[in-house]
């Protein structure tokens, strides 16, 4: 693993909140070597096969498109990741000196994906649509160089604001969308790469028309006062939990368990399971 500084205290806070709060995304390059990508993107293949062959393991996001959550220690980097300086200099400006991890799972836009309708990834808080404060966040590392026709990421700065009203929490009506593609950017991030957005900006998955996939790892922080936990099952065994650092293990939500159980995949989103043309 590499970073681009030394400690957390070395990032720029101002910086941090001013791209959270501005645009909802924000990004640290090179932030891992590609060995450990490379390593990263084994775990995530090994783990996806197991999750095809078991029931309700794989949660479809639309054609050829799935999520899964995964057990922390399965992944031979974990450690790496919630104790990056980064990451941790993220956490902390944003959501507070209590952070909590609640979230480990991936996405795999295969080849033939279809484009995704815009959309959030949970309905906005109250602390967000009266208070004006980001209680979550969610961290995205790309396992390939991103190319323009693998279905890159592509997101609406600013939409983090934006009151749905009476409609669906998750989904803006299409009259709307027309706000979100003159806002819309691309992302094409390489290996090594690691962003961090607010999950409310309104964002999409696009088309992949290559053969190959995009697996992303993604983690899931709440600040104390944020419900996001109550979606996820993150279970730690006794021996993989007292082997971590006490600073890492002290930011973690989950169930420390003597063996892992499977993950019932809770964090369906229907409105994704079709996929829309274009």
């Not at 590609?34 to 197991?50: M, P």
């Not at 944003?94 to 990834?121: N, S, T």
């Not at 964002?203 to 996939?213: L, Y």
């Amino acid at each position: 693993m590499s970073s681009q500084a030394t400690a957390p205290e070395s990032y720029d806070v101002a910086a941090i909140m001013g791209g959270i709060y501005g645009d909802g995304i924000i990004a640290c390059k090179g932030a891992f070597e590609r060995g450990w990508v490379e390593r990263l993107g084994a775990d995530i293949a090994t783990l996806f096969e197991e999750a095809q062959r078991q029931p309700g393991g794989a949660l479809a996001r639309g054609p050829n498109r799935y999520y899964v959550e995964v057990h922390p220690e399965r992944l031979s980097g974990f450690a790496d990741i919630i104790g990056h300086p980064w990451v941790v200099a993220v956490c902390r400006a944003i959501l507070g000196p209590d952070y909590k991890v609640v979230e480990a799972g991936f996405d795999v836009p295969g080849p033939g994906a279809l484009h995704q309708p815009w959309h959030r990834d949970f309905r906005s808080p109250e602390a967000t649509l009266k208070g004006r404060r980001i209680n979550s966040l969610a961290f995205n590392i790309t396992t390939v160089d991103v190319s323009e026709d693998m279905g890159p990421f592509e997101i609406a700065p600013g939409t983090q604001w934006d009151d749905l009203g009476a409609g669906d929490p998750m989904f803006p009506p299409q009259e709307l969308w027309p706000r979100y593609e003159e806002r819309a950017q691309r992302k094409l991030p390489k290996m090594g790469d690691i962003s961090a957005r607010s999950a409310l900006t309104i964002h999409r998955g696009t088309a992949n028309h290559s053969s190959r996939s995009r697996p992303v790892f993604v983690l899931g922080v709440d600040a104390p006062d944020a419900r996001n936990a109550d979606k996820h099952d993150l279970q730690l065994t006794h021996a993989y939990y007292e082997s971590l650092a006490p600073e890492l293990r002290r930011h973690i939500t989950c169930r420390v368990v003597d063996r892992l159980e499977p993950i019932v995949q809770a964090h369906t989103i229907e409105g994704l399971k079709m996929g829309i043309t274009m």
